[in-house]
């Protein structure tokens, strides 16, 4: 089974800044859209941001705008979110998982397949 391998999280003060990284499956990065989500017990797995290889589209919650930002190497097949002025409501389980096209204006968690087992991020005030 191809799967994500998101990494990079860790445990911050409010305000500083992390990278994630998210390995993608080779058989999953040309002509798709990798997205980042986050999720807290009890709540529902939300986007956070996205880029698409197959048309450049971005999506970027709005919440996060302005401070986070969303890269791709392709060659290792991998894409980052820096995120920067980190906030306590930032804090989740971070994950990635792709689709095929370009970035919906409203990802949806079960539109996407191949969960990896996420990055926990910690935000302190």
């Known amino acids: 089974e191809v799967q994500f391998v998101e990494s990079g999280g860790g445990a911050v003060q409010a305000g500083e800044s992390l990278t994630l990284s998210c390995a993608a499956p080779r058989s999953l990065w040309d002509g798709y859209a990798i997205s980042w989500f986050r999720q807290i017990p009890g709540k529902e797995r939300e986007a956070v941001a996205c880029t698409s290889n197959y048309d450049g589209s971005t999506y970027f919650k709005d919440s996060v705008k302005g401070r986070f930002t969303i890269s791709s190497a392709d060659a290792e097949h991998t894409v980052y979110l820096q995120m920067s002025s980190l906030k306590p409501e930032d804090t989740a389980r971070y994950y990635c998982?792709?689709?095929?096209?370009?970035?919906?204006?409203?990802?949806?968690?079960?539109?996407?397949?191949?969960w990896g087992r996420g990055t926990q991020v910690t935000v302190s005030s």
């Open positions: 998982a792709a689709i095929g096209g370009y970035c919906s204006p409203y990802p949806m968690a079960y539109e996407y397949a191949n």
